[in-house]
């Protein structure tokens, strides 16, 4: 397989390769390769055609759908950037990527709009397509993008194709700019490790609006095989799904995987569930060891592959399958064209042999930047600190590296959490409630969560005798975030506690942790 130097072409390479064999299915919906490419060429020229040009931002708001990817992957081909964003978030979120973007226009769907509280105001002032019936007569039919002539020209591999918005430390979501050519590059290199071939069907259960489930989308286009897409609700919806897909390749985030071991364990899942499965990948944070041994024990001809990335930098590291019994919490080695260093955080020095340090990535896939956040771009994309030029990642993750090469997450520098697989500020959590009547000052920070990451616990000045507040404060967040931001955990206290700077105490903070923290 020969790496494609754009997402145009890697679409069109995969339908003239699978020609009308099926590529892609959602629910009921199938589409054969062939179809498949021309709907996104045509989508693309269609978009041209309505005066989308270079640069220009498309932002995808569907549900799983043939259309979401189309739709993504004909921004891209049109010469603009595709900006998909993940189903579950609400009002505020959707209004800020907005307001930072300035898109062309907005793709969404009747079903996808339902969540919100006021939908209306959320894409006032907006171009609206949309997919599917439903809309306000003003929304233009996205269907009708892909009845046109195809465009014409490949976009240049060097051009923006994408922005994925993603949580900092700090404020809310910013969005990586990541090229034609990187999202490529990580999908022939992703491919290449997993063995993936024409007869392959992957399960994609992770959102196309995180960078490891797009990859995943982008790698069947390179090896030319089937993907299906569905959400899931539970365990039983699992089974199903394991059974009527027969896939032979699933990705997954640590909380999947504490489900899928759960199941085995219960007998909700059993070996047929596994049968056709040739691999199985982790990553968004370390695979529980526990949950490893039930997987490895009950499904033992499954590949299973440890593996980290960055939204910055889209694919960085994985493990050996044959490696993983011996050191299951490692997530191994560079991939091929990467370098990752380890940097002391005080010094700045580059740590040789066995080492703890900050994991910087170095080579290939280092992504654009972030967004017009110029001061951000610099903080995170930074000169190789090995002098000669180029341009590294810093993770902000502290990460141990033993004498054969392998990497070992220790944990974050900064105040990032990671719960389910996403990436959450704390700070955007503590300020969905701000401005509720009888709320103060608020703070929200990360607990041990298990195999789902963090449990975000929220700590908010008030009265404590106020007994309504906690639950106006649970209500308020509903409203406000998405589910994997909801705090596990609701601390009302009448007066904050700070260090002698004036800054919240954090060691204090978690001393007011019940022993067993429900919430409260």
Same mark, same amino acid.
Request: net charge neutral; proline share 7%.
């Given at each position: ?16 390769? /699978? ?6 299915? $959602? ?29 220009? *931002? ?19 081909a049109a010469g603009g950037l595709a900006v998909p964003l993940n189903a579950k978030l609400r009002d505020e979120q959707i209004r800020h990527v907005l ?36 809309? !306000? ?6 269907? %009708? ?17 994408? =922005? ?12 990586? $700019?990541?090229?034609?050519? #990187? ?10 490790? =997993? ?50 897909? =027969? !896939? ?33 990948? #982790? ?17 033992? *001809? ?18 050996? !399958? ?57 903080? *995170? ?24 090469? /392998? ?31 009888? %709320? ?60 002698? #700077? ?19």
């Amino acid at each position: 397989m020969t790496l494609a130097p754009d997402l145009l072409t890697l679409v069109r390479s995969a339908g003239e390769r /699978r020609g009308a064999l099926p590529l892609l299915a $959602v629910g009921e919906q199938v589409l054969g390769a062939a179809a498949f490419a021309r709907a996104v060429a045509a989508t693309a020229g269609g978009l041209r055609s309505r005066g989308f040009r270079r640069g220009d *931002r498309l932002v995808v708001l569907l549900h799983r759908s043939v259309d979401e990817a189309v739709a993504i992957l004909a921004a891209a081909a049109a010469g603009g950037l595709a900006v998909p964003l993940n189903a579950k978030l609400r009002d505020e979120q959707i209004r800020h990527v907005l307001r930072d973007c300035e898109p062309w226009a907005v793709v969404v769907s009747a079903t996808r709009l339902l969540p919100l509280r006021d939908a209306p105001a959320v894409l006032r002032g907006q171009r609206v397509f949309a997919a599917g019936g439903g809309l !306000p007569a003003a929304a233009e039919p996205f269907a %009708a993008l892909g009845t046109g002539p195809e465009v014409d020209a490949a976009p240049d591999p060097s051009w923006p194709a994408a =922005l994925l918005y993603t949580s900092g430390s700090t404020g809310p979501q910013k969005a990586v $700019v990541q090229d034609h050519q #990187n999202l490529c590059l990580g999908a022939s290199i992703v491919a290449g490790y =997993l063995g993936l071939a024409a007869d392959d069907h992957l399960l994609a259960l992770l959102p196309f609006s995180f960078d490891y489930g797009l990859n995943q989308l982008l790698s069947a286009l390179h090896a030319g095989c089937r993907l299906t897409a569905a959400d899931h609700l539970g365990t039983g919806e699992l089974a199903e799904l394991f059974l009527r897909v =027969l !896939p032979t390749g699933l990705a997954g985030v640590p909380s999947l995987w504490h489900e899928v071991a759960r199941g085995l364990l219960t007998g909700a899942l059993d070996a047929r569930h596994g049968a056709t499965l040739r691999r199985a990948t #982790n990553s968004g944070g370390v695979l529980r060891p526990e949950d490893a041994a039930v997987l490895r024990r009950h499904w033992p *001809r499954v590949r299973l592959f440890a593996m980290y990335g960055l939204t910055e930098a889209f694919r960085s590291a994985y493990l050996d !399958p044959d490696e993983f019994d011996a050191h299951p919490d490692s997530f191994g080695r560079a991939l091929p064209g990467v370098e990752l260093l380890l940097v002391d955080p005080a010094s700045g020095e580059v740590l040789d042999g066995e080492a703890t340090g900050e994991l910087v990535h170095a080579g290939a896939l280092v992504a654009k930047g972030y967004w017009r956040r110029p001061a951000d771009t610099a903080q *995170r994309f930074r000169p190789d600190p090995r002098g000669g030029g180029g341009t590294v990642v810093y993770s902000g993750d502290l990460v141990r590296r033993d004498a054969e090469g /392998r990497h070992y997450f220790v944990g974050r520098i900064d105040r990032l959490l990671k719960v389910q697989g996403h990436r959450v500020s704390p700070d955007e959590v503590a300020g969905a409630v701000a401005g509720l009547p009888g %709320a103060g000052e608020a703070v929200a920070f990360g607990t041990d969560g298990g195999a789902d990451g963090h449990r975000i616990v929220l700590v908010v000045a008030g009265d404590p005798a106020d007994r309504d507040l906690v639950q106006r404060l649970a209500s308020r967040c509903r409203q406000r975030l998405p589910s994997y931001m909801l705090p596990a955990t609701i601390l009302v206290r009448r007066e904050l506690p700070h260090n002698p #700077n004036g800054k919240l105490d954090d060691a204090a903070l978690r001393a007011l942790l019940p022993p067993c923290t429900g919430t409260t």
